[in-house]
């Protein structure tokens, strides 16, 4: 079992910057592929990015390439998605999910990932 859980989500003004946080079980920690989605009422969940286990390699959707960043600390278990420029658009429930399976690439699609947390919301005003 793994367990994950997100943090660092909160009201914010268009153009401002948040930095969410996401910790996974100790043990196999380095060993996940790591990603996180959005998902904003009455809407499917969204990919935002993700990145490899050994942090060698991240991809972005489309919506906040250039404005977000995902980064990994294995020191510290935790995984961070540093949000630039915040737009309205992007309030949502924020997951962050591991993926257990090896993968060279992190996948973007949810189906991919095994264990997720309960979300951290994050609302931007205009």
């Known amino acids: 079992q793994v367990q994950v859980a997100e943090s660092g989500g909160g009201l914010v003004q268009a153009g401002d910057s948040l930095r969410l946080s996401c910790t996974a079980s100790?043990?196999?920690?380095?060993?996940?592929?790591m990603g996180w989605f959005r998902q904003a009422p009455g809407k499917e969940r969204d990919f935002v990015a993700a990145?490899?286990?050994?942090?060698?390699?991240?991809q972005y959707g489309d919506s906040v390439k250039g404005r977000f960043t995902i980064s990994g600390d294995n020191a510290k278990n935790t995984v961070y998605l540093q949000m630039n420029s915040l737009k309205p658009e992007d309030t949502a429930v924020y997951y962050c999910?591991?993926?257990?399976?090896?993968?060279?690439?992190?996948?973007?699609?949810?189906?991919?990932?095994?264990?997720w947390g309960q979300g951290t919301q994050v609302t931007v005003s205009s």
């Open positions: 999910a591991a993926d257990l399976r090896f993968r060279r690439v992190a996948s973007a699609r949810s189906s991919d990932y095994d264990y």
């Open positions: 990145i490899t286990w050994n942090g060698a390699i991240t």
């Open positions: 100790r043990r196999t920690f380095s060993s996940y592929n």
